[in-house]
């Protein structure tokens, strides 16, 4: 089973700044098959990203994904006040699928 | 508009079984694989299981492997999980999801708010 490690747990920053969330592999994720969730309390799960650098239809241009292999990235350029949620990595190169421990992002 | 809309959590007694169900409207059910994936309560997302779309390739977490069926009526629009010998730490907030692929297990491009099962005694 492939274990993805998130950092860091809780990043606290301001509308405006940017934000960079890492989700590490402990083996490498097939055909960079992974993807990033927004989760905000009450709601369901929202796909951001998928084959580490993907938009999904929706997502605006301010998130990216970047990485391979072992280590992926979530960038988001600069901070809107709904951006503010938990973020989750998953991948799917390998069964079982598996998430992220997740990375919260508060509002400094 | 896709939806996705699940039922049949509840309190449950240690030991006994539960059946969710998830009602798909909005597209086609048997173009895509589904999956259900749980949250605890206070921890993170966790998959629990998979199923292509003619149910060929059928995929568990080792956590309910043994223990859940997962299963799917194309005409019926509908997808279930079986849930037996359920445990405490299956007490959950339990999502059907949508995969984006129709023949392998991948990522979920739309979600159902969820049914919460409680196992308690």
């Known amino acids: 089973e492939i274990v993805l490690t998130q950092s860091p747990g809780t990043l606290s920053l301001s509308p405006g700044e940017r934000a960079t969330l890492s989700c590490r592999a402990s083996?490498?994720?097939?055909?960079?098959?992974l993807a990033w969730y927004q989760h905000k309390p009450g709601q369901a799960p929202r796909l951001l990203i998928s084959?580490?650098?993907g938009r999904a239809t929706g997502t605006p241009d301010r998130f990216s994904g970047s990485g391979s292999g072992t280590d992926f990235t979530l960038t988001i350029s600069s901070l809107e006040p709904e951006d503010f949620a938990v973020f989750y990595c998953?991948?799917?190169?390998?069964?079982?699928?598996?998430f992220g421990q997740g990375t919260r992002l508060e509002i400094k | 508009e896709v939806q996705l809309v699940e039922s049949g959590g509840g309190l449950v007694q240690p030991g006994r079984s539960l059946r969710l169900s998830c009602a798909a409207s909005?597209?086609?059910?048997?173009?895509?694989?589904m999956h259900w994936v749980r949250q605890a309560p206070g921890k993170g997302l966790e998959w629990v299981s998979g199923?292509?779309?003619?149910?060929?390739?059928?995929g568990y977490a080792d956590s309910v492997k043994g223990r859940f069926t997962i299963s799917r009526d194309n005409a019926k629009n509908s997808l279930y999980l079986q849930m037996n010998s359920l445990r405490a730490e299956d007490t959950a907030l339990y999502y059907c999801?949508?995969?984006?692929?129709?023949?392998?297990?991948?990522?979920?491009?739309?979600w159902g708010q969820g049914t919460l099962v409680i196992v308690s005694s």
């Open positions: 999801a949508k995969d984006k692929a129709t023949v392998s297990l991948r990522y979920f491009d739309y």
């Open positions: 909005g597209f086609t059910l048997d173009d895509y694989a």
């Open positions: 199923i292509t779309w003619n149910s060929g390739t059928i």
């Open positions: 083996q490498s994720v097939s055909s960079n098959s």
């Open positions: 084959g580490a650098s």
């Open positions: 998953q991948q799917y190169g390998s069964s079982p699928i598996t």
